[in-house]
């Protein structure tokens, strides 16, 4: 697994990771449970790899970006 996600990318995956959990907290009724989808972002930008970016071929990671 190589890293693939980049700085701004990653802070940008971890701030609407957060922003989505926090619904959870702040919304009432069955709506809040859509907050959950934060996980996703949040958990990508951590580890810094996104399993759909390698299917597409993206790469925002400039350590391991490849060279033409």
Do not use: F, Q
């Amino acid at each position: 697994m190589n890293l693939n996600v980049g700085g701004i990318d990653k802070g940008i995956r971890i701030a609407l990771g957060v922003v989505l959990l926090s619904l959870v907290v702040l919304l009432e009724g069955g709506i809040r449970w859509i907050g959950l989808v934060g996980i996703v972002p949040l958990a990508t930008g951590l580890m810094g790899y996104c399993p759909i970016y390698s299917i597409l071929g993206i790469n925002t990671c400039p350590r391991n970006a490849k060279h033409a």
